[in-house]
């Protein structure tokens, strides 16, 4: 190829088949320039059979091989000096070419799109038009239903106070039929499609409903597919019947041994024996995986027990919430100022439905909750007794924060150390936890009798603190636990602050004089909550609760007052535990007449007995250890 074109004289470039100034053809010769085919567009070398070119698209004339005419490169020379023209004086003008234009979205594609959303849109404004309405219509239910209890609660509470007039039955007629109407409308705008049961939360019980909780029907009445229906009778629901008291001796096979409802064995590896009364379930709720009740933990929190669903023949006082014999369920209505000063517990929202009495028919729910007596056959003795321990799987126990004063008793007789130990109780969650606990000597001859009924009752405050018990043990001269711990101690003088030498400390089994630190140290004690007990001459008994779960070391403080007997200072031991001891009453050995120096204790009592004049008193007492047995008996 030439060097320079042959028309203009512009320098040219071997690959060049036009001039890039005139457009002018480039002459080559021989087979090669027959064989090569160039774009007449570009210029741009075209491979063999192409049919457009690879560099601008355009199309290509004539075949491979086929030699250009002279009238063809003429025209093609001429296109492509136009085309390269045509492109510098664009590339003059603007700096960068112009964007190919974008792809067009069809009209019919917008025009669906905008008519999906406009209905989607228009869907959504009618729902919350309607949710609204219902919500609306809802509140006024809500409100008519809540009128409707108001007004009937009012006319029982005229009743009750003996101030009703004689329209009242046709008052409360007129009241149950507007509460029917307002419930029905209530479950026509919810959906609701049973009566609604207490929260599982144990921590809420006492907190406002949300605003959309519905209320519940008042006793009597229940909701049945939105329809306000009488209750069923206490017919319907049989009340819970405990399984015959016949005591199986353990196997040592744990599933086994745990689901006996009430064993006695005798020999025994914990015992030269074991009485107990209550399967080891935990209320029926189970243990969590690897959890041990006897070592000592408290359960984590569970839901509250059923009232309606007492485990088929439970052992009477087990499995079941039990609350103070001296609570009137309908109390709330007839004097609410008076009742609002009381605390009540979540256990007790199971008297919940009783607040509205239906007359002639017994609320169910106070009936199974009435304190009941749990009943351990303990049958022969062993030929000598050395200690006695009773353990107590204790379930949500408030007398702490509650001011509730729980009694506790053995066949009628009061064990003042076991009231301590369950009054030092809080046990919210609701939780449960083993309370070990050891009977004094002056009370084993109530084992004697074969059979032993123990009744924890709070029969004066009133206050619902709702209780309940899984299972009780009696451990007759107890063997090595399986659990034991730990317990350091310190008495000091409660007013001082200073310790108190040679004091004697208590604690299950086990006792320790205190050194000239006023400490002490006690191994081998049963993993729970146990009861240290401190004395020293002068000072009144004290004792404190330690929880002593299993791995962990256990520490109690324990103050001593110096000992007073005035009339204020029995108030006030009547006030925090709801007795008083007494130790100015002095008799001689081997006699009955008191001592002359008995009278300032007396005149105390006789203080405290003059500022109660409605409440009711009992009074025990017991000999010293001078003399033997039968005499002091």
């Not at 009485?275 to 959890?291: A, E, K, M, Q, S």
């Not at 007795?579 to 050995?589: K, L, M, S």
């Not at 409605?614 to 005499?631: E, K, M, R, V, Y």
């Amino acid at each position: 190829m030439s060097d320079s074109c042959k028309q203009c004289g512009a320098a040219l470039c071997e690959r060049d088949a036009f001039c890039t100034k005139c457009g002018a053809r480039c002459e080559t010769s021989g087979d090669a320039a027959a064989a090569r085919r160039f774009c007449t567009k570009c210029g741009a070398t075209l491979a063999a059979e192409t049919q457009f070119c690879t560099k601008c698209g355009a199309e290509v004339h004539g075949r491979a091989g086929a030699p250009l005419s002279a009238a063809a490169a003429s025209q093609d020379s001429a296109r492509y000096a136009a085309g390269l023209r045509a492109s510098v004086e664009s590339a003059a003008k603007d700096d960068f070419p112009s964007p190919s234009p974008p792809a067009r979205i069809p009209k019919a594609a917008i025009i669906g799109a905008v008519a999906i959303v406009a209905i989607l849109i228009l869907a959504a404004l009618v729902s919350a038009v309607h949710h609204a309405r219902e919500r609306a219509q809802e509140r006024e239910a809500t409100e008519n239903l809540e009128k409707s209890v108001k007004n009937l609660a009012g006319f029982n509470n005229s009743d009750t106070r003996g101030q009703a007039s004689t329209s009242s039955d046709a008052g409360i007629q007129k009241n149950l039929a507007e509460l029917q109407a307002a419930a029905n409308a209530l479950g026509a705008t919810s959906g609701n499609t049973g009566a609604n049961s207490a929260s599982s939360n144990p921590k809420s019980a006492n907190a406002s409903p949300p605003a959309s909780a519905k209320p519940s029907a008042p006793y009597g009445w229940t909701l049945e597919n939105g329809k306000l229906v009488p209750a069923k009778g206490p017919e319907d629901h049989p009340m819970p019947k405990a399984d015959p008291v016949v005591p199986v001796a353990a196997t040592g096979h744990q599933p086994h041994d745990w689901a006996l409802r009430y064993e006695r064995t005798a020999g025994g590896p914990e015992a030269d024996l074991v009485v107990r009364t209550g399967d080891i379930n935990n209320l029926g709720f189970g243990w969590p995986p690897g959890f041990d009740p006897f070592s000592g933990k408290s359960t984590p929190g569970h839901p509250w027990p059923n009232p309606d669903k007492i485990p088929q023949g439970a052992p009477d006082g087990t499995d079941r919430i039990m609350l103070g014999s001296a609570i009137d369920p309908t109390e709330s209505l007839r004097d609410p100022v008076g009742y609002g000063q009381r605390a009540a517990d979540g256990y007790s929202g199971i008297l919940n439905d009783c607040d509205l009495p239906i007359p002639g028919k017994p609320c169910r729910h106070r009936v199974v909750s009435m304190p009941q007596s749990i009943e351990l056959v303990v049958g022969d003795l062993p030929a000598t007794i050395n200690a006695v321990l009773f353990q107590i799987f204790a379930d949500d126990f408030q007398p702490v924060p509650m001011h509730s004063h729980f009694q506790v008793s053995l066949n009628g007789t009061r064990i003042p150390t076991f009231e301590y130990a369950i009054n030092a109780l809080d046990q919210s969650g609701p939780i449960g936890k083993l309370l070990t606990l050891k009977l004094l000597p002056e009370y084993w001859p109530l084992l004697k009798s074969g059979t032993v009924k123990l009744l924890i009752d709070d029969p004066t405050t009133k206050v619902r603190d709702g209780y309940a018990v899984d299972f009780v043990r009696i451990l007759v001269n107890p063997h090595k636990l399986k659990y034991e711990v730990s317990l350091s101690a310190r008495v000091v003088d409660a007013d001082k602050s200073t310790p108190i030498p040679a004091a004697t400390v208590t604690a299950a089994l086990e006792s320790s004089a205190t050194d000239r630190d006023g400490k002490c140290e006690l191994k081998d004690l049963p993993a729970g909550l146990v009861i240290a007990t401190a004395n020293a001459p002068g000072y009144d008994e004290n004792s404190v609760p330690v929880d002593l779960p299993v791995g962990q070391a256990g520490n109690a403080e324990i103050r001593l007052h110096r000992h007073q007997e005035s009339t204020a200072a029995l108030e006030q031991s009547i006030a925090q535990t709801g007795t008083a001891t007494i130790y100015g009453i002095h008799f001689d050995t081997n006699s009955s007449k008191l001592r002359p120096d008995s009278l300032p204790a007396l005149n105390a009592v006789l203080g405290l007995v003059k500022n109660h004049p409605d409440s009711h008193w009992i009074i025990s007492g017991h000999t010293d250890n001078q003399g033997n047995a039968a005499l002091n008996q």
